[in-house]
């Protein structure tokens, strides 16, 4: 079966520190890949997809960057934080197609 | 205007009641729709697609209208587990790639 780990669950930066969130999905190949954040009280807005190695799209500009270096390996890149970048981040994968949007569990950023 | 739109709520509503959710979307060429719970704080899990005829799981009908561009979800006799934020959300296609569009999410509450 597949699942999907994202880590750190929670992590506390000051602003202008820099950020790596990491997503890796097991038991499945070439999965689609996707960065949310829903800020508080908010819904998910998504930051980056990805549909194979080093290939990245971006839906918002700003200061967040995104990689995937391996085909089920996704992350979440910042140099320098803002204080607007607090938020849930969600990794999420699917198989290719529409189905199913799989979800890791979270990381839980606040940026002081 | 935003691309899935939904009344954020919150529904407080008895147990045993029936409550019914709304979702319009803005883009024609969507193809396929979901609709997703979330629980505070944890990432958001599936409830159930929504085919064209309309589909049902248990106390849950989905039900979506092309021509509208509308999606609603049904739960008959609530319970105090279905507490939770409910999202509504469709697909696009950019690139050859699908991506999930997520409404901001009705909030539900019920109450014993």
């Known amino acids: 079966s597949q699942t999907i780990h994202q880590w750190p669950a929670t992590l506390v930066q000051p602003v202008g520190s820099p950020l790596s969130l990491e997503c890796t999905v097991e038991?499945?190949?070439?999965?689609?890949l996707y960065w949310y954040r829903q800020a508080a009280g908010r819904g998910l807005q998504l930051l980056f997809y990805s549909v194979g190695i080093g290939q990245i799209s971006s839906e918002v500009p700003q200061n967040l960057s995104a990689s995937r270096p391996q085909d089920r390996q996704f992350i979440l890149s910042s140099k320098k934080l803002l204080l607007s970048d607090s938020g849930f981040y969600l990794c999420a994968w699917s198989f290719r197609g529409t189905g199913e949007l799989f979800f890791g569990e979270g990381s839980r950023l606040t940026v002081l | 205007r935003k691309e899935v739109e939904q009344d954020p709520g919150p529904f407080n509503v008895p147990e045993g009641a029936t409550v019914a959710f709304n979702c319009t979307y803005s883009?024609?060429?969507?193809?396929?729709f979901f609709w997703y719970r979330q629980d505070c704080r944890k990432e958001p899990k599936l409830l159930m697609s929504v085919y064209s005829s309309g589909n049902e799981d248990g106390r849950f009908t989905a039900q979506l209208n092309r021509a509208s561009q509308y999606i609603s979800l049904l739960i008959r006799d609530s319970k105090l587990s279905d507490s939770a934020t409910y999202l509504c959300?469709?697909?696009?296609?950019?690139?050859?790639?699908?991506?999930?569009?997520f409404g901001t999410g009705t909030r539900l509450k019920v109450l014993a």
């Open positions: 959300v469709v697909t696009i296609t950019t690139s050859g790639t699908y991506k999930y569009i």
């Open positions: 883009n024609s060429a969507s193809q396929s």
């Open positions: 038991g499945t190949s070439n999965p689609n």
